[in-house]
Structure formats: C-alpha cells, structure tokens
C-alpha cells in the first residue's frame, strides 16, 4: 500500500517556527511532486504550498495565505518533503496533510493521489 | 481567485442516488477530481479528471463537468458513502489549488 507519513506537529505559541516532515518507503519519491494540504478544525481541505519534482525544476509555489511565512523543500535522497512554518498564528491551526501530485500540465493539473494521515498543528499561547 | 461552491448538506435514502455538485464560473473547461473523506481520516480521491475512477473505487461512483457545474453522483447509496466530498480544481490565473467547502453526504 502506497503511503506517506507526516511527522514534526504539536503546540506552539504564536509567533514561532515549527517544521513539518513527510516521508515514503513506498513509491519513486523523486519523480513527483508534493504538496502540503491543511485543514482547520470542523473546516475544509486548503492547499498550502507545492513543490515540483527536480525534473520538473523542483519551483514551488504557495496560498496567499502562507506565502513568505512558509517555506515548502524536499531531499529526495532521503525520500523527505518538510514544511517549514514561521511566524505561527493561531488561524494556522489545523491538521497538515502530506499529499503526492498536483503536478501541473498546462491548464490542468493532476490530483492528489496519496494522502498522509496528518498532523495537528497548535498555535496558541 | 476562483471559487468552487458546493451544497454543504445532501441526503440520501439507502439505495438511491446521490448527486453532489460542484459549481464554478466555466469549470467545465477545466479538470475537477473529487475527494471523500470520514470522519477522523485522511481524503481520497475518489474521481479523478472528471471521470475517471481510481482502482478500489466502486463503479458506483462517476462523474461529469459541464458548463457551471460538475458533478458527482453516487449510485445505489450505502450506509459506507457517509462521508463528507470535496471537489477541487486548478487555478491557472492564481497558480492555486482550489477546493470546495465540501458536502456532507448523509445516508437516512
């Protein structure tokens, strides 16, 4: 079974870092792309940020709602994708899900096809 | 940025059909995958490029997307579909992901 597995969530107090990790024993984590998917509590699904695969240019992109907080990266020799998370605020509560795909193909782009189980992020003081 | 909107309630008697919808300005000149998720789990798509069903997914589940509206419609509907699904596309104009808000699928 094809899997992901996200570690590094926990509390943490507004205005801090805390960075998140993902991991696979189970595919080529190389040749895709990845992206961090969050989902606030009784809320729904929010992209977060993507990053291609080396192929591809390894860019990265991100919701405006991260963007110069969050950073996305991956070492593919360690099969690893991480969310670095700055200056935390409590709206960013939520649990983080490590996703595979999203690949972009001109207009469309591909879905994400594997899902981690998540984990819960908690900005409070 | 786009915007997909999604009845945040559908319910259904067992056995019958369920059709979710997912509107969105033209979303039919774009590609839509759909996603079910329980409660305390993780998503999964359960349809992909408008109508592809991924292996595992029960012949069941299909999809289309035409004009303002995509859809996805669940057949002979069992008490395992209660779950809530989002639809989600690509924004090229804001390189974004786009979910919806999801419905919550309820067999009565």
């Known amino acids: 079974e094809l899997q992901l597995v996200e570690s590094g969530g926990g509390l943490v107090q507004p205005g801090r870092s805390l960075r998140l990790s993902c991991t696979t024993s189970?595919?080529?984590?190389?040749?895709?792309?990845m992206s961090w998917v969050r989902q606030a509590p009784g809320k729904g699904l929010e992209w977060v940020a993507f990053?291609?695969?080396?192929?591809?240019?390894?860019?990265?992109q991100y919701a405006a709602s991260v963007k110069g907080r969050f950073t996305i990266s991956r070492d593919d020799s360690k099969s690893i994708a991480y969310l670095q998370m700055n200056s935390l605020k409590a709206e960013d509560t939520a649990v983080y899900y490590c996703?595979?795909?999203?690949?972009?193909?001109?207009?469309?782009?591909?879905?994400?096809?594997?899902w981690g189980q998540g984990t819960l992020v908690t900005v409070s003081s | 940025s786009y915007v997909l909107t999604q009845p945040p309630s559908v319910s259904v008697a067992p056995g019958k059909t369920a059709t979710i919808t997912c509107g969105g300005h033209n979303v039919g000149g774009r590609t839509v995958h759909w996603y079910q998720q329980k409660p305390g789990r993780a998503p999964v798509v359960v349809m992909y490029y408008d109508t592809d069903r991924p292996s595992g997914i029960p012949e069941r589940f299909s999809g289309s997307n035409s004009g303002n509206t995509a859809t996805l419609t669940i057949s002979r509907v069992e008490a395992g579909d209660e779950a809530d699904y989002y639809c989600q596309v690509w924004d090229r104009s804001s390189e974004d992901w786009v979910f919806g808000g999801g419905t919550k699928l309820t067999v009565v």
């Open positions: 996703t595979r795909g999203g690949g972009v193909y001109g207009d469309y782009a591909d879905t994400f096809d594997i």
């Open positions: 990053i291609r695969s080396k192929a591809d240019g390894g860019t990265t």
């Open positions: 189970r595919f080529a984590f190389g040749d895709y792309a």
